[in-house]
């Protein structure tokens, strides 16, 4: 009987040992294209016209775009560089607030990089430089979903009616240990 809880005691910590350190040493890549109007598509939309899209992709000649893109597109707002939260949570890459037709906002991430992590999050925060967790947690912040990946181009569509004016930077978040990772000062692209 001592054996089995020595070899029950074992399994459990080499789950959590699992479960917290392996993120240090795997990266999840996710390469989202910027395709806005599939941004505020619902999943079942998406499905539907998925296979449209990748037969034409597959079947379209490789060739440059110099066309500006159209007055009533997506329009870049404001913009902002991930920068390390400290020694350990580091970050790198692009953040960039779009706003798309019919009033929803984007948030995309551009040659994105952070430490990975278990339970990483993104935030709008409205503090406009946070350094540490008390910055995020003591000011406003929205939670726009689940981190897809720690490396990558990536989407996160911001929820319907959200007033992004009170809004000052991105936010790669720690939800299991109140950790911030990697912040995003956001400043106006125009």
């Known amino acids: 009987m ?3 809880l020595i070899v029950i005691g074992l399994a459990v910590v080499a789950a959590a040992g699992w479960f ?4 240090l040493f795997i990266d999840e890549v996710i390469d989202e294209a910027f395709i806005a109007k599939v941004a505020t598509m619902s999943d079942e939309q998406k499905q539907e016209i998925m296979p449209d899209i990748m ?3 597959a ?14 597109g997506p329009r870049l707002l404001s913009k902002g560089l991930f920068v390390d939260a400290d020694p350990v949570h580091k970050g790198s890459g692009d953040a960039l607030l779009y706003a ?5 906002h984007l ?19 409205e503090h406009g430089a946070p350094t540490s967790a008390s910055d995020v947690t003591d000011g406003g912040y929205i939670k726009l979903g689940k981190l897809k990946g720690n490396v990558g ?7 319907s009616g959200t007033d992004i004016g009170k809004y000052n930077s991105v936010v790669i978040w720690c939800e299991l240990f109140g950790v911030l990772f990697s912040p995003a000062a956001l400043t106006s692209a125009g």
Do not use: C, H, I, W
């Open 100 to 104: 798309l037709e019919g009033g929803d």
């Open 55 to 57: 037969d034409k992709a």
């Open 59 to 72: 079947n379209a000649p490789d060739q440059m775009n110099d066309e500006a893109m159209p007055a009533g």
């Open 153 to 159: 181009n990536q989407n996160y569509p911001v929820p």
């Open 20 to 23: 917290f350190v392996s993120p």
């Open 2 to 4: 001592k054996k089995l």
């Open 107 to 125: 948030v995309r991430f551009e040659n994105f990089r952070t430490t990975n992590g278990p339970a990483l999050v993104v935030y709008l925060a």
